[in-house]
């Protein structure tokens, strides 16, 4: 399923916080629990770092994120988002690709998949 952009760029106005808390809303696995804001944020990181091998994997490695920066195909940060959710739909579990695509991209792809500068 494509992601949709206008969605794209709501979540792209968000803070990495805004993400977090999102990302633990949207986890199939949380449905049944009330969080505060705090509890919700730590939860998206714990979501995140539990999503962050499946996710280095499929952009890292089997997507070659380092090699396509080069290209510069992807300057727009839209763009990007919208490419890395639509590669990683398969490996979120049920988890909306656009709001994981954006924390990744935010979080900074470069640091995800340790790319050299070179």
Known sequence: MPVDHAELEELHEKDIDELYILLAQADPDNAEIMFSAEEARET??????????????????????????????????????????????????????????????????SRLCACSDG
Request: charged share 20%.
């Open 44 to 109: 998206g990181r714990a979501t995140y770092a539990r999503l962050s091998g499946r996710l280095h994997e499929r952009i890292c490695v089997e997507w070659r994120y380092c090699e396509k920066r080069k290209t510069g195909a992807f300057s727009d940060g839209l763009t990007l988002t919208a490419a890395v959710a639509d590669v990683i739909v398969t490996v979120v579990g049920g988890i909306p690709a656009g709001t994981v695509a954006t924390l990744a991209v935010k979080l900074g792809l």
